[in-house]
């Protein structure tokens, strides 16, 4: 069974910050890319950032330069460092393993909420 498990959500601050954890079972983890997306109250999912099985980053624009997506190949994981968060980022952020030629595998999410 494919399984993505997101862990980290919370209640932050604004311009607090926050570690977003997916940790993936039941694939070949190295042959996919992985990626965050986020959904706010009322609008589209869109996406975050974007790590491939080589290691490219690419990221929104909204999200450049206050987030970091990594992996560990060893542990299954992937992995988003949100810091300087504002209240627009309050949002689900899910967990998406993408491979070429296969159906996409999708977490359930984590819930964020930037409050003061």
């Known amino acids: 069974q494919v399984q993505l498990v997101e862990s980290g959500g919370g209640l932050v601050q604004p311009g607090g910050s926050l570690r977003l954890s997916c940790a993936a079972s039941g694939i070949i983890f190295i042959f996919y890319t992985m990626a965050w997306y986020r959904q706010a109250p009322g609008k589209q999912r869109e996406l975050v950032a974007r790590?491939?099985?080589?290691?490219?980053?690419d990221y929104a624009d909204s999200a450049k330069g206050r987030f970091t997506i990594s992996r560990d190949n060893t542990k299954n994981m992937v992995y988003l460092q949100m810091n300087s968060l504002k209240p627009e980022d309050t949002a689900v952020y899910s967990c998406k393993a993408s491979e070429f030629g296969n159906r996409d595998f999708w977490g359930q999410g984590t819930l964020v909420t930037v409050s003061s």
């Open positions: 790590i491939t099985r080589g290691g490219s980053t």
